[in-house]
């Protein structure tokens, strides 16, 4: 039997068990994906055994995704860019770290003509937000980056460098058309500390990359009392980022709509 784990501090609240079981049933693969909720003191050391163990893989959640990299005996390319990483995989004692935050974005919120030259204003500076600015530059949009301290984002801006993806300043801003909350404000049950005029987001796609399946998170709520034409949360980019995971492990690809459509696994 395959074994896998979500690994996080809290992470009781996670639905990846289910997700991936569902993932495996389609599949008709015999897997075992458990929740593994570790202290700060007892992380290293519990990474370390997941790989004695025999697990063949797990998610990283808050608050390890960039702790995590020192651990790591390899990352990848696009976990080095964002700073973190979300998902492991163990082989031969060894354990590999890849983030699929950017590609699980890009999946999970598909625009009808593509996002080649909409204007995306991204609120955070995290590993999120790091490798969101960059799926989203890659596909031809113009991202502005907002965050609460000046110099994690100047940090950000200076390590992605990359011409599509600059500094927001309200005062050059052009028409926006699409607002990300790429912050972890949403499972505290707050805004984020950085947020635009209300009025930017008149007419505009809101979305926040927590997700909650029983109400509005605040950042939704706020984005459609401020005038957003249409607001999601991060349901489609878990589902999305657990796809990838899951392929990266096992070899097999999963079919995800039912599962964004229906918001249930």
Known sequence: MMRFCVIGYPAKHSLSPQLHQAFACQVRLDICYTIVEVSPDLFETQIQALANEGYMGAN?????????????????????LARSANTLKFEDHRCFADTTDGVGFLKGYPQKNGWKSQTVLLLGAGGAACSIAA????EGANVLVMARD????NEMLKKLNHPRILAFHASSHQGLDVVINATSASLLGELPDCLPESALLRNTVSIDVVYNLQQHTPFMQWSMSSGASSTLDG???????????????????????????NRRV
């Open 60 to 80: 990283i959640t808050l608050p390890y995704k960039s702790r995590v990299l020192s651990i790591a005996d390899s990352v990848s390319d696009n976990a080095q």
């Open 135 to 138: 799926a989203l530059a890659s």
């Open 150 to 153: 000046a110099e994690r984002q």
């Open 235 to 261: 349901w489609n980019m878990l589902v999305e980022q657990g796809a990838q995971s899951f392929y990266w492990w096992t070899g097999y690809s999963v079919d995800t709509e039912n599962f964004k459509k």
